[in-house]
């Protein structure tokens, strides 16, 4: 089987994707509350500890999986860094504000076409929300790379990252 291929292997079907991420947290059932609330995560099922912690939690949000457990107390937080593609920015970034995040970067048009912000969750995941708003070919992205309003977008959304990974470092 290719990778990225989701046809029949050995008799058995599979909806996943080539990459599926994990995320920890130490409230995976609220890590689901936030999920569905800001980008309409589906809950597909979770399995109790017995000591009723999560041991294992799938959601899907669009055509992806992402699955989730709750972390172990001695362990770190350990933070993801995820890139949602949807189809308009605008909205998922506004929802997953009035969900519970943070801003990072505000929502802004870059040279390639994309329009993308980016939200730290309540638990200290970063998600990059990002819609596609027009097809722009090589040569037209490349012309418009030496314009100061996609100058601007770009050096906005790498310093944006700035303060958190500041604190992240220093923590």
């Known amino acids: 089987m290719e990778a990225g291929s989701n046809e029949r292997e050995s008799g058995v079907a599979t909806d996943n994707r080539t990459i599926t991420p994990w995320i920890t947290t130490k409230s995976t059932a609220k890590l689901i509350d936030f ?15 017995a000591d009723g912690s999560i041991g294992h ?24 860094f995820i890139r949602l593609y949807v189809s308009d920015s605008d909205k998922f970034y506004a929802q997953a504000i009035k969900a519970g995040a943070t ?10 076409g994309e329009r993308g ?22 040569e037209e992205m490349m012309e418009r790379s030496k314009q100061q309003a996609y100058i601007d977008a770009m050096e906005y959304a790498q310093k944006s990252f700035n303060p958190l990974m500041a604190k992240v470092i220093n923590s």
Do not use: H
Not at 103 to 112: I, N
């Open 57 to 80: 939690a799938e959601v899907r949000i669009g055509d992806s999986k992402i699955l989730m457990f709750d972390s172990p107390a001695e362990w770190p937080s350990f933070p993801s």
């Open 103 to 112: 801003s990072m970067t505000k929502v802004v048009t870059q040279a390639w």
């Open 117 to 138: 912000g980016r939200v730290v969750d309540p638990f200290g995941n970063i998600w990059w929300i990002t819609s596609r708003v027009e097809d722009v070919s090589p």
């Open 35 to 49: 999920l569905s609330a800001a980008f309409d995560a589906q809950e597909l099922g979770r399995v109790n500890n």
